[in-house]
Structure formats: structure tokens, C-alpha cells
């Protein structure tokens, strides 16, 4: 079973010929307004289709209460992480769960001896989880 895509949670398609190499000064970064995650929480699902050389790639999962969408990361607090991605062509998951208002995606390449072309990112519930777009209300 393959996670469910939303296209209002999509952060980066291969059509959009996204190319990750060098080292932190080609930080990838990526906000959406969710309004918090359900409780089971939310996965990050990063599809690296093909590399060249061993671009070892890290992501952090910021989130924070303001709607504003800021541009330094320290600022917000992380809710997951994942390093090592990149490694390998292949699809990796990464689970996240807030109650924040914006999360922030950092995709931030930590080797120089590779790249990883046209990856897909995007967010959705976890697997095997009910899709629905009924309303949901919750008590301020």
C-alpha cells in the first residue's frame, strides 16, 4: 500500500527539477500551514528516485504556533529528524506529530560527493490510516 497524496501537501514533484548537491549552503526549505497533525500523527514522505556519487542528505521537521513562515530554523521547534537519506535510491518515511500551527521542512545536503536529482516530497497520514476530508472540529 502506497501513502495517499494530497496535492495541497505536496512540498517538491520531479517536474519541478529539484536537484540537491554540495554541502549546507544549498538548504532546500519547504512550509506548509496544517493547523496541527491528527493525533496518530503525519509522515514526511521523501521519494529519492536516483543519485549520483553518495550524497548523504538530512531533513528536519520544525514546527511552530505562528502563521508566519520564518526563514531561520532555530526559531521553531523540531518534532523529527532523519539523517543518512540519500544513501540509497529509495522512498523514506519519516513521521512527525504537533500541534502546531506551521511545520517547516529543511532538506539540507551534508556531503559534497554527490546529488540527488528530481526527489518528490510530499505529506501524508501514516499507512494503513482512514482518508477523509470530513471536517474536523475540535474546542478552542
Not at 18 to 24: A, I, K, N, R
Not at 27 to 48: C, Q, R, W
Request: proline share 4%; hydrophobic share 45%; aromatic share 10%.
Amino acid at each position: 500500500m502506497t501513502a495517499i497524496v494530497d496535492n495541497a501537501l505536496i512540498l517538491f514533484l520531479a517536474s519541478d527539477a529539484v536537484s540537491m548537491s554540495g554541502t549546507s549552503a544549498t538548504e532546500n526549505k519547504y512550509a506548509l500551514e496544517l493547523d496541527g497533525t491528527p493525533a496518530h500523527g503525519m509522515s514526511l514522505i521523501f521519494s529519492v528516485p536516483s543519485i549520483v556519487g553518495a550524497p548523504a542528505c538530512s531533513v528536519t521537521i520544525y514546527a511552530s504556533s505562528s502563521t508566519t513562515i520564518a526563514t531561520t530554523s532555530g526559531t521553531y521547534e523540531i518534532v523529527a529528524q532523519r539523517t543518512e537519506i540519500g544513501v540509497a535510491a529509495t522512498q523514506y518515511i519519516i513521521p512527525f506529530a504537533t500541534k502546531k500551527r506551521t511545520v517547516y521542512f529543511d532538506f539540507l545536503v551534508t556531503s559534497a560527493s554527490g546529488c540527488i536529482h528530481t526527489p518528490e516530497a510530499w505529506v501524508s497520514l501514516d499507512y494503513n490510516l482512514d482518508w477523509s476530508r470530513i471536517p474536523e472540529w475540535r474546542a478552542g
